[in-house]
């Protein structure tokens, strides 16, 4: 078993990373964000969701740094709430994706034979299918709300995880140490818990750092499609949306969520980036 090998070289990796400028930029900039959507209640005395026609469409000033939307609702408050929603959404959205996909492309490289070829057979059909385009209909069938963007975001992205995953795992599933846990007599489930998963962790955090970016933005188009955060939700798209007819006359109602965005997608952007120079996994991802 190389799990204890694998140590000295994680070790080694977490070293590399945090000499990586890129690598600790991005960490900071998703540090801050994350900060700044725990702490908003205490940043901010405003209601995110109250509307006040009589403030409607102000312009930035000592009350309302950002401005007012055409609700009159102040528009750091929401940005800064907005961020609870994109974190919270998007990190439950994250972990179910990449832990379906582990699980199963573990599976599938361990298994080998028939169950690997369906598999790859059923994932080709589903990855064949445009990705908004499956997103739509699973939105459209189910409705909206937290917890269908959340199955959604994996039904798009889960069959990408498997594959990558699936690489990462059949370059393990050879060695002596997963030959003996066999001749053990170990079940599939302890196999793919004590001998591989230890063993491509690298691949999995590097994954889940990359599919979080996708997911933050990939959630926020939906909301400013009209398939996401339901209003009056305090959601950066959502925001993007309300205001957009409005950007001549209060152009930060519109320009504060984008900079919000913009900046938590590059964050998370570099800190896989790093993630992934500092692990070598690109080779990893290339191979697969």
Known sequence: MTTLAAAPAAARAWRTLRTSRTAVLGLAVVAVHVV??????????????ANDPAQ????????????????????????LYGGRYALGVS??????????GTVIGCAAALRGGLFD?????????????????????????????????????????????????????????????VTAARARGEGTWSILRREILPNITDVVYVEFAMRASWVVLLISSLSFLGFGADPPTPDWGLMVAENRTAITVVPMASLAPIIALAT????????????????GVDRIREGS
């Open 264 to 279: 938590l997608v590059v964050g998370l952007n570099l800190a896989a980036d790093g993630l992934s120079k500092a692990w």
């Open 117 to 177: 070829d369906v598999l790859g057979r059923v994932l080709d059909a589903v990855l064949s299918v445009p990705s908004v385009l499956a997103l739509l209909v699973v939105v459209t069938a189910l409705g909206t709300g937290p917890a269908v963007i959340v199955l959604a975001v994996a039904v798009v992205y889960v069959p990408q995880v498997v594959r990558v995953v699936r690489g990462a795992a059949l370059a393990v599933v050879p060695a002596d140490y």
């Open 91 to 100: 990190v439950a959205a994250t972990v179910l994706t990449v832990a379906l």
């Open 36 to 49: 700044i959507a725990v702490l908003a209640p205490l940043l901010t005395s405003y209601d995110p969701i």
């Open 56 to 79: 409607a469409l102000l312009g930035p000033s000592p009350e309302h740094w950002a401005g007012t939307d055409q609700y009159g609702r102040d528009v750091l408050a929401r940005v």
